[in-house]
């Protein structure tokens, strides 16, 4: 079966340092990788996915991600954090042909000290 | 382009009533997929529908059911509810073919029912 695990469940950091939120999957084959953010009361916006290829893709927001087969990892990264950047974070996989159906770790949140 | 649409944002039931909550995708989206979020449990999928047919589904009892109509739209209803059913419910769309399907889900920002 398949299982994300995020190792970090909260994670603080002062503005303007670097950030890494840790994402471990277990998969059968090659998945689908994403990230998402969640803001207080808000639905998931896709920060960044990973089919193929390039092993390090960039997303939106400055953030970054990093695919090491194996490691089964798939770390988020930003050199520069932001007090916007204040959320929680979400890893995900999932087949191409998921049906709708992504595997979710269970979050980390992410808090921005001035 | 308007991004997914669900309603009501906030809903408030007793137990044993029912709930319905509707969903409208990204357009030219065909599938469409809901999920609950508790703070204990995560995020996990209940089901999909795609072009008016569930096509996959998750480990929840059958109080939980949904429909997709013609234009995509999408309802999910909630049977005789009790408090464990307290949760933000999301919905997500995608284009829902296979060549052009990413595995890419967009998010609508849920619906937060509570059950008293």
């Known amino acids: 079966a398949q299982s994300v695990t995020q190792p970090d469940i909260h994670i603080t950091v002062s503005e303007g340092a670097s950030l890494e939120l840790r994402c471990n999957y277990s998969y059968g084959a090659t998945p689908y990788l994403f990230w998402y953010v969640q803001s207080p009361g808000q639905g998931l916006q896709l920060l960044l996915k990973y089919f193929s290829g390039d092993t390090l893709v960039q997303g939106i927001k400055g953030f970054e991600a990093e695919f090491k087969r194996s490691q089964s990892s798939f770390n988020l990264r930003k050199p520069s954090v932001h007090w916007s950047d204040a959320a929680e974070y979400f890893c995900?996989?999932?087949?191409?042909?998921?049906?709708?159906?992504?595997?979710f770790g269970q979050g980390t949140i992410l808090t921005v000290h001035p | 382009k308007a991004g997914v649409t669900q309603t009501p944002r906030y809903l408030i039931k007793t137990r044993g009533q029912q709930v319905t909550l509707s969903c409208s995708p990204i357009?030219?989206?065909?599938?469409v997929s809901w999920y609950q979020q508790t703070p204990g449990q995560g995020l996990q999928f209940l089901f999909e529908y795609f072009s008016e047919t569930q096509r996959n589904k998750g480990n929840f009892p059958g109080r939980f059911s949904g429909r997709q109509f013609s234009n995509s739209r999408s309802e999910m209803n909630v049977s005789t509810l009790e408090l464990g059913d307290s949760a933000l419910y999301l919905c997500?769309?995608?284009?829902?073919?296979?060549?052009?399907?990413?595995?890419?889900?967009?998010f609508g920002e849920g619906s937060r029912l509570t059950v008293l």
């Open positions: 997500a769309s995608s284009p829902g073919a296979a060549a052009a399907n990413t595995g890419e889900l967009f």
């Open positions: 357009s030219g989206h065909r599938s």
């Open positions: 995900a996989v999932g087949p191409r042909t998921s049906y709708g159906k992504l595997t």
